[in-house]
Nanobody, 120 residues
Framework: QVQIVESGGGLVQSGGSLRLSCAAS????????MSWYRQAPGNQRDLVATIGSGGATSYGDSAKGRFTASRDNVKKSMSLQMNNLKPEDTALYYC??????????????WGQGTQVTVSS
């Protein structure tokens, strides 16, 4: 019903920048939230940035003021501009879409992830 595709990962040096993109398609409705998470092997999956359906944006601690998220509701897309990257940012980055249900719950969809590797 909902498909998610991420792109934009790659290998960069410390201090460099990357821009990740997420494209959603299918029956999302208009009330969905979009988020970027990241996970390194052996670690938990952590929130990087979230944008609600109304445009309110919040960042996880890992963003540290270096990342900027944006959303395009026409394209059903979300981007993550990552600046001043550090080796600890190395992870598989996942896009997430959360859709509220009529019974008060949510349905969550995940992309396959895009790899970000930051060398020192």
């Amino acid at each position: 019903q909902v498909q998610i595709v991420e792109s934009g990962g790659g290998l960069v040096q410390s201090g460099g920048s990357l821009r990740l993109s997420c494209a959603a398609s299918g029956n999302t409705g208009s009330a969905y939230a979009m988020s970027w998470y990241r996970q390194a092997p052996g670690n938990q999956r952590d929130l990087v940035a979230t944008i609600g359906s109304g445009g309110a944006t919040s960042y996880g601690d890992s963003a540290k003021g270096r990342f900027t998220a944006s959303r395009d509701n026409v394209k059903k897309s979300m981007s993550l501009q990552m600046n001043n990257l550090k080796p600890e940012d190395t992870a598989l980055y996942y896009c997430n879409v959360v859709i509220p249900t009529t019974e008060g719950g949510t349905i969550s969809y995940w992309g396959q992830g895009t790899q970000v590797t930051v060398s020192s």
